[in-house]
């Protein structure tokens, strides 16, 4: 079970912005670093930004992330067709001991 | 370039046993913490366990704490885990992760069935 929340689902046009949100909690989000994955169906996830908002090297810069709180959200701005994929926020639970994921939102570029 | 390499999935009877193996290169294993995260194919991803630099440390989630074990050999850069009386549940693709800089293998499928 997951206890980071995002939304199922995300779209938008070819140059458009889509913005996906993680909502999370005090133990979670809101004392901790969150990063973002991002997964191509059928191969394994990868990093797409850590520390709330820093891209590893190769990420274009059109990814950004933000954190407010207990939410954090992900901004895809100029969507292009190779950014339908899965995406998940995640970052340590100091009351569960552990890493928890978001529950994933499914980006269609239409 | 960093490689993460896993291997020992399987098909296993509810209740066996089997040991994962996760090959690491490219990078300085003994300075890293390591993860495992599952995935039943078409859910999310689920993090596992993690264990620190020297195997001393470790974190488990509550849905296998008790039943596996993670532990590595920072002379063979590898990392294990062990897992035991395993359920319909835990079957997943199992991913070995590099902490820090989230660097991914590419899975290893278990699946338990009778």
């Known amino acids: 079970q997951s206890v980071l929340t995002q939304p199922p689902s995300a779209s938008g046009t070819p140059g458009q912005r889509v913005t996906i949100s993680c909502s999370g909690s005090s133990s979670n989000i809101g004392n901790n670093p969150v990063n973002w994955y991002q997964q191509v169906p059928g191969t394994a996830p990868k990093l797409l930004l850590h520390?709330?908002?820093q891209r590893p090297s190769g990420v274009p810069d059109r990814f950004s992330g933000s954190k407010s709180g207990t939410s954090a959200s992900l901004a895809i701005s100029g969507l292009q067709s190779e950014d339908e994929a899965d995406y998940y926020c995640?970052?340590?639970?100091?009351?569960?001991?552990?890493?928890?994921f978001g529950t994933g939102t499914k980006v269609t570029v239409l | 370039e960093v490689q993460l390499v896993e291997s020992g999935g399987g098909l296993v009877q509810p209740g066996g046993s089997l040991r994962l193996s996760c090959a690491a290169s490219g990078f300085t294993f003994s300075s890293s913490w390591m993860h495992w995260v599952r995935q039943v194919p078409g859910e999310g991803l689920v993090w596992v366990s993690n264990?620190?630099?020297?195997?001393?440390?470790?974190f488990y989630a509550d849905s296998v704490k008790g039943r596996f074990t993670i532990s590595r050999d920072n002379a063979k850069s590898t990392l294990y885990l062990q897992m035991n009386s395993l359920r319909a549940e835990d079957t997943a693709v199992y991913y070995c992760?590099?902490?820090?800089?989230?660097?991914w293998g590419q899975g290893t499928l278990v699946t338990v069935s009778a």
């Open positions: 992760v590099r902490g820090g800089s989230w660097d």
């Open positions: 995640a970052a340590w639970d100091g009351s569960l001991k552990g890493y928890v």
């Open positions: 520390s709330n908002d």
């Open positions: 264990v620190n630099y020297e195997g001393s440390t470790t």
